[in-house]
């Protein structure tokens, strides 16, 4: 299960290493209702990426039979990396080019008007919307419910992955909740970065993920 674990931790970091919700959730702690805005937005993230592996992880168990993981599970993983890469390559396709402009998202224009029922909408929607996460989400699930751990640690396993796959939107709210002038101007600093490093940070991510598991799809496949 060791093995599974530690794949199952890349995945999630995968999910917490997300710009734009980073950015999002601080945009919200700084409305009339940041405080509510900001918690509303993590409980609505969270509770989007709870629900994959409440579904996938019974599941997985019921197809898995013993201590090692089916050959069906490899071939999924293959195909994980392969979208993955696929979805690096068209990252870099609509990378943004000089004598282009992109407005910003929808949301964004409209994030100072925003409710807690809007927020925590918005954070399930970001989760949904960006293919990265559901992937991510879905094949990190696979791995913990073909694992060969008890009932006790998949749930485990599946909690520490929701909770590590939340960072990016927990991080922040910590920080604000903490208050003071150093915390605002962290958090600014935060979506600054996040804003200027989004395309390559997720470039990146995307073909280190999917290379990585092409490789180990490949070696669990002829093993």
Not at 27 to 52: E, H, K, S
Not at 54 to 79: C, N
Not at 128 to 149: R, S
């Amino acid at each position: 299960m060791g093995d599974a674990v530690g794949r199952m931790l890349a995945l999630a970091v995968g999910i917490a290493i997300s710009p734009m919700a980073l950015i999002a959730t601080v945009l919200l702690l700084a409305t009339p209702r940041g405080r509510a805005d900001g918690a509303a937005f993590a409980a609505g993230w969270t509770a989007a990426l709870a629900a994959v592996p409440a579904v996938v992880v019974p599941l997985g168990s019921r197809l898995a039979a013993g201590t090692v993981a089916p050959d069906w599970s490899w071939w999924f993983e293959l195909a994980v990396g392969g979208l993955l890469l696929l979805l690096g390559a068209r990252q870099w396709w609509d990378r943004p080019r000089e004598g282009r402009v992109h407005g910003p998202p929808e949301w964004m224009r409209t994030v100072d008007r925003s409710t807690p029922a809007r927020s925590a909408a918005l954070g399930a929607t970001l989760l949904a919307t960006d293919p990265k996460n559901p992937l991510l989400a879905l094949a990190a699930a696979v791995v913990i419910g073909t694992g060969g751990a008890p009932a006790s640690g998949k749930a485990g396993a599946a909690a520490l992955l929701v909770l590590i796959g939340s960072l990016a939107t927990l991080l922040p709210l910590a920080v604000h909740l903490r208050g003071g002038d150093r915390a605002a101007r962290r958090l600014d600093e935060w979506r600054a970065w996040a804003a200027t490093h989004n395309t390559a940070v997720r470039l990146t991510l995307l073909l280190v993920l999917g290379t990585s598991h092409v490789g180990a799809a490949l070696s669990g496949l002829t093993a």
